[in-house]
């Protein structure tokens, strides 16, 4: 069992700060990577930031500059840090982790999802 628990999410002005973390629990290991997904009223679920066990990371094109993920491996956590936040950036946010799997495959799990809104 793998269990994944958000925080962070809230409503924000443009511009604004936001830090979304999300702590894993359960038969996690081993970690392939860790990262935030957002889905946007009418839109497809895409990929925010990822990272992985080694400390790789990627971003969309749109939040590069903006937005910085982290992890900590030993607390089992990810963060991710949001600033000068848009109205596009309006989504419900979700942690995903990726474990490995025999042979040579993984499983996606996923957190119930938390609501950023940014707006005046």
């Known amino acids: 069992q793998v269990q994944l628990m958000e925080s962070g999410g809230g409503l924000v002005q443009p511009g604004g700060s936001l830090r979304l973390s999300c702590a894993a629990s359960g038969s996690i290991f081993p970690i392939l990577s860790m990262g935030w997904y957002r889905q946007a009223p009418g839109k497809q679920r895409e990929l925010v930031a990822g990272?992985?066990?080694?400390?790789?990371?990627n971003y969309a094109d749109s939040v590069k500059g903006r937005f910085t993920i982290s992890r900590d491996n030993a607390k089992n956590t990810v963060d991710l840090q949001m600033i000068s936040l848009k109205p596009e950036d309006t989504a419900v946010y979700y942690c995903?982790?990726?474990?490995?799997?025999?042979?040579?495959?993984?499983?996606?799990?996923w957190g119930q999802g938390t609501q950023v809104t940014v707006s005046s």
């Open positions: 995903n982790l990726r474990r490995r799997t025999n042979p040579g495959g993984s499983n996606n799990y």
């Open positions: 990272i992985t066990s080694g400390g790789s990371t």
